[in-house]
């Protein structure tokens, strides 16, 4: 028996931090460098605004939240604000998927002079 795929498994999983975000479930997305918590409050559904708890692991110098509809190559109406909650915690307000489709939750997360996209693709009827 080998060790290499015991060796690889240990440095990839040290290599994606340890992420926490309290209060519930919560959907996971992670990079290379960066792992994101979020859960969606009320869950989205097409015309009405709602908001995202999120946390991003290790605690960026940055970060925004927008969305796509990749086949339709347009975004959202609105523009969501980001506040920091501490701890790399932060909660986007003003989000609204204006149609039904596929819809690309996007986290741009800045660290050490790079910005980093990291999303997860959502299907609204």
């Given at each position: 028996?080998?060790?290499?795929?015991?060796?690889?498994?240990?440095i990839?999983?040290?290599?994606?931090?340890a992420?926490?975000?309290?209060?519930?479930?919560?959907?996971?997305?992670?990079?290379?460098?960066h792992?994101?918590?979020?859960?969606?409050q009320?869950?989205p559904?097409?015309?009405?605004?709602?908001?995202?708890?999120?946390?991003?692991?290790?605690?960026?110098e940055?970060?925004?939240?927008?969305?796509?509809m990749?086949?339709h190559?347009?975004?959202?109406?609105?523009?969501?604000?980001?506040?920091?909650?501490?701890g790399?915690r932060y909660?986007?307000?003003?989000l609204?998927?204006h149609?039904?489709?596929?819809?690309?939750?996007?986290?741009?997360v800045?660290?050490?002079?790079?910005?980093?996209?990291?999303?997860?693709?959502?299907?609204?009827?």
């Amino acid at each position: 028996m080998t060790l290499a795929p015991l060796l690889f498994a240990w440095i990839a999983a040290a290599a994606v931090p340890a992420c926490d975000l309290p209060g519930g479930a919560a959907q996971r997305i992670e990079s290379r460098s960066h792992v994101v918590l979020y859960r969606a409050q009320p869950a989205p559904r097409v015309g009405e605004h709602f908001a995202i708890e999120f946390a991003v692991c290790p605690a960026p110098e940055g970060v925004r939240v927008d969305a796509t509809m990749p086949e339709h190559r347009h975004g959202m109406n609105y523009r969501p604000t980001v506040a920091p909650q501490g701890g790399g915690r932060y909660r986007a307000e003003g989000l609204m998927f204006h149609m039904a489709g596929r819809w690309e939750l996007v986290f741009e997360v800045r660290a050490g002079g790079t910005t980093e996209r990291i999303a997860h693709s959502l299907k609204l009827e």
